[in-house]
C-alpha cells in the first residue's frame, strides 16, 4: 500500500479522476463516424455526450455522502466496476439507444473518481493545502484529455470506433486493480457520518446556504460549461464544417488541453502568493477575453481553425486557473462532509454542463456560430459570478477574521 501523503498516491489519484475525462474526450474525433455507422443524425451522438453528463451530475449526488458513511475506496471500487461493464456494452452496442444506455451507465460508475478523488484530497490534506494539491492533480490529469482524442483517432482509423470504448474498459479494469491493492482508504473512521435521505438533504441546504459554496460552485460551471460546449460541438464544426482530418482535430485538441495545463501550472505556482480568490478573478478573465475573442470571429464570419483552437486555448488556460481554486475554496469550509460538498459541487458542475452542451448540440447550425457565442457567453458568467458572488463573501469573511481578532 502506498502512503497517503506521498506523491505516488497523488499520481494514483490522479489516474483514478482522469477516467471521467478519457470518457468524456477520447471518442470526439469518432463522432461524426459514429453517426455515421449508426444511421443518426449528429444532435443523437451529441446526446451521448450530454446523456454522459447528466448521469455523471446525478450519480455524485448519491455517491459522494454514501463515501462519507462508507469511506471513499468501497465506493471507488463499486463505481469502477459499473463503468467497466457499461465500456463493453457500449462497444457492442448495435443502435444509438443502446448506446445511449451504456453511456448512461458509463456516467454513472465513472462519477466516482473525480467526486471522490476530490474529496480524499481534502481527507489528506486539509483546507489549506487542498488548492495546491488539486492544481497540480489537474496538471497530471491534463495529459488524459491531451492524448485521449489523438489515441481516439488512432483508433477509429485503425481498427474502427468500437475499439475506443474496449480500451476504456481496459483502462478501467488497471485501474481497479490499482484502486484495490495500492490505495490506503483515506477516510478515517472517526470522521464517518451516519447517512439517511434527512441528513443527505440537511447537508445540500445547509450548502446551498453558503454564500460562498454558491458562488465558487457557479463561478466553476459556467467556465466548465464553455469546456463542454467545445467538447459538444468541435468535432463537428471542425471537422464537417471546417474540414479538418481527424488525426489533426486530435492535434489541435492537444493544443486546447495544453492551455488547460499551463492554467493548471500557474495555479499551483501561485497558490500561496496571491492567494484563492485573485486567482480566480485572473481566470475568469481570461475565460471571458478567449470567449468574446471567439464570438466575434465566428460573427465575423472566419471560418478558420485558428479562429476557434487560438481564442479556446485562452479560455482553457482560465479555466486551468481557477477550476481547483474553486474546487478549493467550495470544500474548504465543510470538512465534516466534504463527500456531500464535493457530490453537490458536481452535480452543478455536470449538470449545468450537460443542458449547455445538450443545447449546442440541437441549435447546431452548420457553423462555428453556435458554439462560439455559448464559450464567449460562459465566460462572461464565469466573470459575473465570481464578482457578484465570490467577492462579497470573501470580504465578509475577512471582515469576520478582523473582528475576531
Known amino acids: 500500500m502506498l502512503r497517503l501523503t506521498s506523491p505516488a498516491t497523488v499520481i494514483l489519484l490522479a489516474a483514478l479522476t482522469a477516467l471521467g ?51 471513499r475506496k468501497p465506493i471507488m471500487v463499486g463505481g469502477f466496476t459499473l463503468f467497466l461493464a457499461a465500456s463493453l456494452l457500449c462497444a457492442l452496442a448495435p443502435t444509438i439507444e443502446w448506446l445511449l444506455a451504456g453511456r448512461f451507465l458509463q456516467a454513472l ?41 489523438v489515441v481516439g483517432a488512432g483508433l477509429l482509423l485503425a481498427f474502427g470506433w ?21 490505495l490506503p482508504e483515506p477516510l478515517p473512521r472517526e470522521l464517518r457520518q451516519p447517512i439517511s435521505p434527512a441528513a443527505m438533504l440537511g447537508n445540500f441546504r445547509m450548502l446551498l446556504g453558503q454564500r460562498a459554496f454558491v458562488g465558487y460552485t457557479l463561478t466553476n460551471a459556467a467556465a466548465f460549461s464553455g469546456l463542454f460546449a467545445y467538447l459538444s460541438g468541435s468535432a463537428f464544426v471542425l471537422i464537417e464544417f471546417i474540414g479538418v482530418h481527424p488525426t489533426t482535430y486530435g492535434i489541435l485538441f492537444a493544443l486546447i488541453v495544453a492551455g488547460f495545463f499551463g492554467g493548471t501550472l500557474i495555479s499551483g505556482r501561485y497558490s500561496r502568493r496571491l492567494g484563492r ?13 478567449g470567449g468574446t475573442t471567439m464570438a466575434l ?25 481557477l477550476m481547483p ?29 450537460a443542458v449547455v452542451g445538450g443545447l449546442v448540440g440541437q441549435l447546431h447550425d452548420g457553423s462555428s456560430r453556435t458554439l462560439a457565442l455559448t464559450i464567449g457567453l460562459a465566460g462572461l458568467l464565469a466573470l459575473v459570478a465570481y ?3 465570490v467577492r462579497p463573501a470573501a470580504r465578509q469573511a475577512t471582515r469576520g477574521q478582523a473582528a475576531a481578532e
Open 109 to 149: 460508475g465513472g462519477a466516482a473518481g473525480p467526486v471522490l478523488g476530490r474529496a480524499a484530497v481534502r481527507d489528506i490534506y486539509g483546507p489549506l493545502e487542498a488548492g495546491r494539491i488539486l492544481a497540480h492533480l489537474a496538471s497530471i490529469m491534463a495529459l488524459a484529455p491531451a492524448l485521449a482524442p
Open 297 to 321: 470571429l465566428a460573427l465575423a464570419s472566419v471560418s478558420q481553425a485558428w479562429a476557434v483552437v487560438g481564442p479556446h486555448v485562452l479560455f482553457m488556460m482560465g479555466v486551468g486557473i
Open 277 to 289: 480568490d485573485r486567482l480566480i478573478l485572473r481566470g475568469a478573465l481570461l475565460c471571458t477575453l
Open 387 to 389: 464578482w457578484r458572488l
Open 162 to 182: 468500437e475499439a475506443i470504448f474496449l480500451v476504456l474498459a481496459l483502462y478501467a479494469a488497471i485501474a481497479l486493480a490499482l484502486l484495490i491493492f495500492a
Open 21 to 71: 475525462p478519457l470518457a468524456t474526450d477520447m471518442y470526439l474525433p469518432a463522432m461524426p463516424a459514429m453517426a455515421e455507422a449508426l444511421n443518426t443524425g449528429p444532435d443523437q451522438v451529441q446526446l451521448t455526450l450530454s446523456l454522459y453528463m447528466a448521469g455523471f451530475a446525478l450519480a455524485q449526488l448519491f455517491c459522494g455522502p454514501l463515501s462519507d458513511r462508507f469511506g
Open 325 to 353: 481554486q474553486t474546487m478549493a475554496g467550495a470544500l474548504a469550509p465543510n470538512p465534516q462532509c466534504a463527500g456531500a460538498a464535493s457530490s453537490l459541487f458536481g452535480f452543478l458542475q455536470m449538470g449545468i454542463a
